[in-house]
């Protein structure tokens, strides 16, 4: 599954058809998305370790898991096993709910083998390319695959290439019968039938359309339509095989890529290449198996990266981010077609296909461009209709989604879209003391302070600029951290994470910009600090190298400016409801490390080393996965134990592990803090939303660990905001030994940051360097007066002082 990085602002009520996915009553289940109970919070981790381990399927991931083995699976279960799960008391399944994600059949428009057959697919736009697609998208009864098939109900069928619990969420089912374009007409000597839904007209029982069906005769219309030299006269809604047409099939055989390591996927290719070679009557289909690692380099690589015209159909699945379709855009606008239709050249795009349909563009750059919700809708279900009336992909299903953990973990967070495998799962989750599993093998992180998370497959590129899979992004976005990141229950809530506060305006040509404040005493996690040229040398990099996945989100960008040290400009083309979203799916990446040394393409920050862009950089062997992120890579080998950056990763057999981790590899990660470290002297050497109870206690800098405990403690008059006040306070109690010189004496006191001494000293200086921190900003913390006030953010967990 590709990962689109863009994440949209508008909150949708899960989708009824999802409600369907079984569970028993007695079943131990988790909180749902909106309940009370499935509270999250802005500070972790609280786990000391975080280890990925690496699977070649959901099969044996779940076996591992059903081993006591991990803690946290990433892959929705087969409701086969719902029973199984639910009865077993030190397990826990999420409650179901609809997947941020969808899968179908992607074409590449690109491929020869649609000129070989006698149609230029003109990138969609031609009619015999659409007859093409019609007639296959004719053999797959979305319906009966969802009921019927491997996933027995568990998920919805799909029209439009976007998940229904996504708003819009589909189009109006009297605007899918229309896309059909023969009914009624007269197609050698037969009348074409209506649709009753998307290019449906019965019921095919196995999810296929069969000989002789309704469905399987309209596909053999659409191919007679197309005119590319076939015929049926027969009238046995088989190709005949003396159609002069057929030859050119033969010799330019359909190339099915099939993903073969997900079962749905295997069923998906299997199904409709079998209908295929019925409707030609031969063998029109070769089929390549694989899964990522196989099919990656040949589906998803394009000049000058790798062969353009290498594939003709896949067995898509995405993984889109919140409940907003503004993905149309990087998936099927032009622009992002690589150099295929006018735009710049990347080998990486996400619209791997290259559609370029100019309808499909003016209806998506609408929906980019605007700040108003309603337009946003009214634009995006017109861009459906353009998107189904050139078939310009199939949409088959989007799961639903039911994920196992262990019930010894707490902090398990339900995110909505995406259920327990998410960042503030890995952010909360903890050991839970107050339960004692019945079987001793189910105990948290097998007995250590340590989240295993299953990976149902490995990683091929853990390089930020080319990365493309949702596991990558696993690993990713635990390391390197976001300027703004959404609320996992309310997507359209939007927190500053890395920055305290933002701003916005418009200049003299109608563009965005947004004023960000980063917060104070941020670090790499190799000390370094982490200032506004950072922001603006990824930014401006992701967009012009360009990044694989993450390019989308910043193809708007205008320009970066560097106001002050913590202070920066970031101009967007126009107004849109998704520019700051955009922006929160950006990793920000360390300028120190991935800098062209000497260069100064942007003025005051250069551009990306190209060495370090390029596929074969890989930063576990050059010691530089280094990010700002909750979590750190520090070597477990021997010959370089504890060094930042590499040895994290291990292969199957133990050996030291790069970037590419297949099956068996494990991958671990360290909280980020590093207070304690002999020698170290900065007491902001650790995650900048830590947490720790120990706050405030020890020696050195170890003092210091904890920056949660820190920042409620500055902020003294608990309205989530250090302010001036804060440190007015303090600073009447400097030099003060005893309560009778201050009345805040006490609560101001902190021995251990001046070896045991009573007197306060170093106290205001602390305060002072987390002034005009925030935590949630522009949302208030319930459970104090914010200085902010605005909307409360909700299952937060309660503002404790």
């Known amino acids: 599954m590709r990962i689109i990085t863009i994440i949209s602002i508008i909150l949708l009520t899960l989708s009824s058809a999802f409600l369907q996915i079984p569970h028993l009553t007695f079943a131990i289940q988790g909180s749902t998305v909106d309940s009370p109970t499935n509270i999250w919070s802005p500070y972790g981790p609280k786990t000391h370790s975080l280890q990925f381990n690496f699977y070649s399927s959901e099969t044996t991931e779940f076996t591992d898991f059903e081993l006591g083995q991990l803690d946290l699976t990433d892959w929705p279960l087969s409701q086969s096993k719902y029973s199984m799960y639910d009865a077993n008391p030190d397990w826990v399944l999420s409650q179901g709910q609809g997947q941020y994600g969808m899968f179908g059949i992607d074409f590449n428009y690109a491929a020869s083998t649609w000129s070989a057959w006698g149609c230029d697919w003109l990138h969609g736009n ?176 394009s000049a000058p990266d790798g062969l353009t015209d290498d594939w003709d159909i896949y067995t898509s699945g995405w993984k889109l981010p919140g409940p907003f379709p503004d993905h149309l855009r990087p998936l099927f606008g032009s622009v992002f077609a690589s150099d295929q239709c006018g735009g710049s050249q990347n080998g990486r795009t996400q619209n791997y296909g290259f559609v370029c349909i100019p309808s499909v563009d003016t209806y998506i750059d609408a929906a980019s461009q605007t700040p108003d919700v309603n337009t946003f809708k009214t634009q995006t279900l017109a861009a459906f209709n353009e998107l189904g009336k050139h078939v310009s992909t199939i949409p088959v299903y989007a799961p639903g989604i039911r994920i196992a953990e262990l019930r010894s973990m707490a902090g398990a967070v339900n995110e909505r879209g995406a259920s327990y495998p998410n960042f503030w799962t890995l952010l909360n989750g903890h050991n839970d003391t107050s339960y004692t599993p019945a079987n001793p093998l189910f105990k948290f992180g097998g007995g250590r302070n340590v989240i295993r998370w299953g990976q149902r497959q490995g990683t091929s590129q853990l390089n930020p600029f080319n990365a493309e899979t949702a596991w990558e992004f696993n690993v990713i976005g635990e390391v390197f951290d976001t300027l703004f990141i959404p609320s996992p229950i309310q997507a359209s809530n939007i927190i500053c994470w890395m920055c305290n506060t933002y701003f916005t305006a418009l200049d003299g040509q109608g563009n965005t910009d947004f004023f960000v404040t980063l917060r104070q005493g941020l670090r790499w996690h190799d000390g370094v600090p982490l200032n506004a040229s950072d922001v603006k040398f990824t930014l401006l990099n992701m967009r012009d190298v360009p990044s694989a996945s993450i390019q989308a989100n910043v193809q708007l960008l205008l320009g970066v400016t560097i106001l002050g040290p913590n202070f920066v400009d970031i101009k967007m083309q126009g107004q849109s409801i998704s520019h700051l979203i955009n922006l929160a799916g950006v990793p920000i990446i360390p300028r120190h490390i991935w800098e062209l040394a000497g260069d100064k393409t942007y003025k005051d920050v250069g551009k990306a080393d190209p060495a370090k862009t390029s596929t074969g950089y890989d930063m576990l062997v050059a010691g530089t996965f280094i990010g700002s992120g909750p979590f750190m890579c520090r070597s477990v080998f021997p010959v370089d134990l504890g060094k930042i950056g590499t040895g994290c990763a291990q292969n199957a057999g133990g050996s030291r592990g790069g970037q590419s981790l297949g099956p068996g590899a494990t991958m671990l990660l360290q909280a980020y803090d590093l207070t304690g470290q002999p020698g170290n002297t900065d007491p902001f050497l650790q995650y900048m939303r830590s947490y720790n109870t120990a706050w405030g206690t020890g020696t050195g800098t170890t003092a210091f660990s904890g920056q949660f405990q820190e920042f409620s403690w500055a902020d003294r008059y608990d309205n989530a905001t250090v302010t001036i006040r804060d440190v007015e306070s303090v600073a009447s109690c400097f030099g003060v030994s005893s309560s009778t010189g201050c009345a805040d004496y006490s609560y101001w006191l902190r021995p251990a940051f001046h070896s045991g001494t009573a007197t306060i000293g170093i106290e205001e200086s602390i305060v002072a360097s987390h002034l005009d921190d925030t935590w949630v900003s522009p949302f208030s913390w319930s459970g104090v007066q914010s200085m902010q006030p605005g909307q409360t953010l909700q299952n937060i967990v309660p503002f404790t002082p």
Not at 131 to 144: T, V, Y
Request: charged share 15%.
């Open 126 to 301: 031609s009619a015999c390319g659409i007859e093409m697609r019609e007639a296959f998208a004719h053999l797959i009864d979305r319906e009966s695959f969802v009921t019927s098939g491997p996933l027995q109900g568990a998920g919805q069928a799909i029209v439009d290439p976007s998940p229904p619990a996504k708003d819009p969420s589909s189009s109006p089912l009297a605007t899918q019968v229309a896309w059909d374009t023969l009914t009624g007409k007269n197609v050698s000597g037969l009348v074409h039938p209506a649709d009753t839904s998307a290019f449906q007209i019965g019921t095919s029982p196995s999810g296929f359309a069969t000989p002789g069906s309704a469905d399987f005769c309209a596909a053999r219309d659409h191919l007679i339509a197309a005119n590319i030299g076939l015929f049926d006269n027969n009238r046995d809604c088989i190709i005949d095989g003396n159609s002069p047409g057929l030859a050119n099939v033969l010799a330019h055989k359909l190339r099915f890529m099939i993903r073969s390591d997900d079962s749905i996927r295997y069923s998906l290719g299997n199904g409709l290449m079998n209908a295929i070679n019925q409707l030609f009557g031969v063998n029109a289909v070769t089929a390549t198996y694989g899964g990522i690692a196989q099919l990656r380099p040949i589906v998803f690589l």
